[in-house]
């Protein structure tokens, strides 16, 4: 089984701040499937990123993805007060298709 | 609107069955893969189970392997997850989600969630 290792926990910044998060994986993920998702309180996940680096439809650009192998980084430019949010990444190259523990993104 | 539902959810006490339905409208269902993820209270996303659009390829994770079988009927674009043998560890929020391409790929589309609680 891939364990996927999210940090840091919480990142707590700004509005229009850069955001970095990380996401390292036990063993490397196949294909470099890995993906980015953001969640809301009472919402249901939204996919950011694929394949480690393709947005997905209608997400902005300041969202980028970045990473092969075993180390991967979302990368939010200028955060916007709508991406305070819970982030998490998910291997999908072998089964279990495993989470990581999540990042919260909270306004400083 | 391009939308799954989930349905079945629910009180049940440990180790009684639930059957779970993840219903798919606006959208193609019969091509692509679908899982399930369930989030406990307060906690992290935890995927269960895939299924290819032809059922021949099947995975589970450990925590309910053996416990837990999913299906589908394409002809009805749904989606099942059979619940045996629940645990109190097993409440949680319910969601199924389909692969954004036909393949093997990242999930874009989400149901709402169902809340299943398992006590006595």
């Known amino acids: 089984e891939i364990v996927l290792t999210q940090s840091p926990g919480t990142l707590s910044l700004s509005p229009g701040e850069r955001a970095t998060l990380s996401c390292r994986a036990s063993?490397?993920?196949?294909?470099?499937?890995l993906a980015w998702y953001q969640q809301k309180p009472g919402q249901a996940p939204r996919l950011l990123i694929y394949?480690?680096?393709s947005r997905a439809t209608g997400i902005p650009d300041r969202f980028s993805g970045s990473g092969s192998g075993t180390d991967f980084t979302l990368t939010i430019s200028r955060l916007e007060p709508e991406d305070f949010a819970v982030y998490y990444c998910q291997q999908y190259g072998s089964s279990p298709f495993t989470f990581g523990g999540g990042t919260k993104v909270e306004i400083k | 609107e391009v939308q799954l539902v989930e349905s079945g959810g629910g009180l049940v006490q440990p180790g009684g069955s639930l059957r779970l339905s993840c219903e798919a409208s606006g959208l193609i269902f019969s091509g692509y893969g679908m899982i399930w993820v369930r989030q406990a209270p307060g906690k992290g996303l935890e995927w269960l189970s895939y299924i290819t659009s032809s059922s021949n390829t099947i995975y589970y994770a450990d925590s309910v392997k053996g416990r837990f079988t999913i299906s589908r009927d394409n002809a009805k674009s749904s989606l099942y997850l059979q619940m045996n043998s629940l645990r109190d560890e097993d409440t949680a929020v319910y969601y199924c989600?389909?692969?954004?391409?036909?393949?093997?790929?990242?999930?874009?589309?989400w149901g709402q969630g169902t809340m299943v609680t398992v006590s006595s």
């Open positions: 063993q490397s993920v196949s294909n470099n499937y």
């Open positions: 989600a389909r692969t954004r391409i036909t393949g093997r790929d990242a999930f874009d589309i």
């Open positions: 394949g480690a680096s």
